[in-house]
C-alpha cells in the first residue's frame, strides 16, 4: 500500500495558474505510472494526465498545451503544473498510484473564478 497526499489547490482567477502536488509514503513510487483525475460537482471523475515511471506523458484534450505533469521520484511527488486556468478546470482534484497500489488520494480542491 501507498499513501498520497495532494496538496497545492485553491481559488484563482481565470487565465492564472496553481501547481498541484503529489506527495507519496514509499520510495517504489517511482516504479509505477501516476495519474491526476478531477471530479467537478456533478460530473464523472475524468482523466486529466498520466506519467509513467520513465517519463512518458499524456493529457485529456481539454488540459493539452495548458497542464504540466511531471515527477520528481528522489522527492516521491508527482506534479501538475496548470497555466492558462479556465472556470471549467474548477473540481477537486485526485492523483492515483497504478497497480499494484491503486491508491488514491484524498483531493485538493481548485476553484478558478473571478
Known amino acids: 500500500q501507498v499513501q498520497l497526499m495532494e496538496s497545492g489547490g485553491g481559488l484563482v482567477q481565470p487565465g492564472g495558474s496553481l501547481r498541484l502536488s503529489c506527495a507519496a509514503s514509499r520510495s517504489i513510487f517511482s516504479t509505477v505510472a501516476m495519474r491526476w483525475y478531477r471530479q467537478a460537482p456533478g460530473k464523472q471523475r475524468e482523466l486529466v494526465a498520466i506519467i509513467t515511471s520513465i517519463g512518458t506523458t499524456t493529457y485529456a484534450d481539454s488540459v493539452k498545451g495548458r497542464f504540466i505533469i511531471s515527477r520528481d521520484n528522489a522527492k516521491k511527488t508527482v506534479y501538475l503544473q496548470m497555466n492558462s486556468l479556465k472556470p471549467e478546470d474548477t473540481a477537486v482534484y485526485y492523483c492515483?498510484?497504478?497497480?499494484?497500489?491503486?491508491?488514491w488520494g484524498q483531493g485538493t480542491q481548485v476553484t478558478v473564478s473571478s
Open positions: 492515483y498510484s497504478d497497480p499494484p497500489f491503486g491508491s
